[in-house]
């Protein structure tokens, strides 16, 4: 019989880079109920979330490296004996035993169940103060070190404890500084709150009675977890709600030209950024390689109200236009390593290295350039990412302005996230094209 662990165990031994993608796939092929579907995300989301914990929690309590099947179903069992207050820890071990006895065997079944075990005597309640036993942002710590020592290999604790591989959080420490790295890691472990715009009036009292908290700029916060109570609220379903991070809806405020203009959103889906053009005045072009993801628009366009201001189109760096085709505002919100929303994206942190970042610059490079052909005398073109790391930002512009001297900056920013700050990060350049 097929369960719910078994099925997490199936998505994460399959090796799939987006494995919350899976979730979905398999809740639709097994037609799974609401409250099993919710289940299983989060055990796969905190598997991912918490990976580097969970693997030093395997490394510590098993001899040897198990090899990958038996590692998934340990770090399975873990995800929820650590980290899912709502599964009691005696179903958390049986449910994860089982499933290990039936796909490998009755002796691996015995080696998770003695894992989960000791494991469970291990911990305390509590925060020790002692960062090498402490779990993050959990009231829990093993009654001995588990972690390397942060003292002697901050970003190798910071792999362990904060789930950040340690080359990110090297490149963190070196440009923003040790506290600040910490921090970004420390945001990136759950899920963020959801950034809710156009709230006034009755809509703002409706979304605080929801548990949404009012920020400066107009922009109220809401958990993640209240996202259906959301959904429900009146001035949502009349589109007078929607939500978009705070660094976004600041790169879309770069590409606004005003009513009548045009614009190109020039990487569009899922529409967001184009969408905050078209309710800006704009008639906009939203292209993208994805009809599938392009698919999504026309509803959302109809729950906005802006049916007919946006034309929906599938062509990659705007290939599918008429040649002659200019705006006056071209938006580049490029494919990027996602480094400034990794709570939201939580799997990006684990498939960014050096060879898939020099991967997205050239195509970065490729996009940008496509996109300045596109941009009339006068006109706007906005870089945006939402990326942290300076090659996908200020250093691609640079190296875009070498070549092309016809356009000049005119405003930048660069946002790092956090609870002081905006739910997700990112970079965005407003670069405008010499009359």
């Known amino acids: ?18 494995p919350l993608r899976e979730v979905d796939h398999a809740a639709d092929a097994w037609e799974l109920e609401p409250r099993d579907r919710g289940l299983l995300r989060r055990i796969i989301g905190t598997e991912v979330r918490r990976r580097g914990t969970l693997r030093a929690v395997v490394q510590r309590f098993t001899h040897g490296t198990p090899k990958a099947d038996l590692a998934a179903h340990l770090r399975i069992g873990l995800a929820q004996l650590l980290f899912l207050d709502k599964v009691p ?16 065997g009755l002796s691996k079944g015995r080696i998770v169940n003695g894992v989960l075990r000791e494991v469970q005597r291990q911990l305390e309640p509590g925060v020790s103060g002692d960062p090498r036993c402490d779990l993050p942002g959990r009231e829990l710590h093993f009654r001995d070190p588990l972690f390397r020592d942060p003292g002697e290999h901050p970003a190798l604790w910071a792999e362990d404890a904060l789930n950040i591989p340690s080359h990110l959080y090297k ?16 945001w990136f472990i759950d899920e963020p709150p959801l950034a809710v715009h156009g709230a006034d009036g009755e809509d703002a009292e409706a979304l605080a009675a929801a548990g949404a ?12 977890d209240r996202a259906r109570e959301l959904f429900e609220l009146e001035g949502f379903r009349a589109g007078r709600l929607f939500v978009q991070g705070e660094t976004a809806a600041r790169a879309t405020a770069l ?30 072009v ?32 705007g290939k599918g236009l ?15 390593s996602n480094t400034g929303v990794l709570g939201a994206r939580p799997g990006a942190r684990w498939r960014l290295g050096p060879a898939s970042l020099r991967e997205l610059t050239e195509l970065q490079a490729s996009l940008l350039e496509s996109a300045a052909a596109r ?28 070549d092309h001297p016809e356009f000049e900056v005119e405003e930048s920013f660069t946002a790092l996230p956090g609870p002081g700050g905006p739910v997700d990060g990112g970079h965005a350049t407003r670069l405008v094209r010499r009359a």
């Open 255 to 284: 590409a606004s030209t005003g009513p009548g203009t045009r614009a190109l959103d020039l990487c569009a889906a899922p529409g967001t950024k184009a969408l905050g053009l078209a309710a800006g005045g704009a008639w906009v």
């Open 1 to 18: 019989m097929t369960t719910l662990r078994h099925l997490a165990w199936e998505i994460l031994r399959s090796g799939s880079e987006q």
């Open 375 to 402: 941009v009339l005398p006068g006109g706007a073109l906005v870089w945006s990412v939402c990326s942290l790391e300076p090659e996908e930002g200020d250093q691609r512009v640079r190296a875009f302005l070498r």
């Open 213 to 224: 908290c009012a920020q400066e700029g107009g922009s109220w916060r809401l958990p993640s």
């Open 286 to 317: 939203a292209a993208d390689r994805s009809s599938r993801r392009l698919s999504r628009m026309p509803a959302e366009l109809e729950r906005r109200g802006l049916t007919g201001r946006v034309l929906p189109v599938a062509c990659h760096a």
């Open 89 to 104: 820890p005696h179903a958390a071990i049986s449910e994860t035993v089982s499933a290990a006895r039936d796909t490998l």
């Open 322 to 336: 008429a040649l002659d085709a200019r705006f006056d505002a071209v938006l580049v919100d490029a494919p990027c």
């Open 171 to 186: 490149r963190w420490a070196k440009r923003h500084g040790e506290e600040a790295a910490q921090s970004l890691a420390h």
